[in-house]
Every structure is written in C-alpha cells, then in structure tokens.
Nanobody, 120 residues
Framework: QVHVLESGGGAVQAGGSLRLSCTASGSIFRLDAMGWYRQVPGRQRELVAT???????NYADSVKGRFTISRDNAKKLVSLQMGSLKPEDTAVYYC??????????????WGQGTQVTVSS
C-alpha cells in the first residue's frame, strides 16, 4: 500500500509566499518523478511543476520564476516553494508521485489535494 500525503497550503494575500510539502510512504520499490498539479472548479487539472529522481525540473510557464520545486530522495519528500503569489494561483494543489511498487509495477499516485487561496 502506498500513501501520498500533502501539507501546507492555506490563504495568503497577493504577493505573498506559501510552501507545500508532500511525502510518499508505504511499499515503495522505487520513486521516480514527483510533481505538483492544480485544479480549479470547472477546469482540467494542470501541471505546475515536476522534478525527476535526479533533479531535472519542469515548470508551467505561468509559474516560472515564482515557484521552485525541490525534493529529498532520502525522505521521499517533494516541496513547492511558491512566491509572488497571484489570485490566479488559487486552486486545489495535488501532489503526484510516480512509484514503482515492484520491479515490474509502476503507476502515478495522487495526494488528496490542499487548497491554496490568494486574495487580491
């Protein structure tokens, strides 16, 4: 059994900062890419940022220069430092982890989501 658990989030004024964290636990053979996605009601879930197991990062254009993703492989932890927040960053943020539970079995696991609200 695998668990992906997010923490952080909350409400902040425009221009402020927040930090999201996510840990993976359970029967993990290997942990590959991890990342953050977000979703607002009525819209599809969109990529925010991802990071590979060797540290290669990818960001949505809308957050480049404002958000920083990082990970600690030993702790199976991925974090998202969000700065210069805008009202349009308001969404439910989801952590995703690509997890191998065996040498031959892998899939994407998702956290339950954490709300980020940015007021103008």
């Amino acid at each position: 059994q695998v668990h992906v658990l997010e923490s952080g989030g909350g409400a902040v004024q425009a221009g402020g900062s927040l930090r999201l964290s996510c840990t993976a636990s359970g029967s993990i053979f290997r942990l590959d890419a991890m990342g953050w996605y977000r979703q607002v009601p009525g819209r599809q879930r969109e990529l925010v940022a991802t990071i590979s197991s060797d540290g290669y990062t990818n960001y949505a254009d809308s957050v480049k220069g404002r958000f920083t993703i990082s990970r600690d492989n030993a702790k199976k932890l991925v974090s998202l430092q969000m700065g210069s927040l805008k009202p349009e960053d308001t969404a439910v943020y989801y952590c995703m982890a690509n997890i191998h539970t065996s040498r031959y079995s892998a899939e994407a696991y998702w956290g339950q989501g954490t709300q980020v609200t940015v007021s103008s």
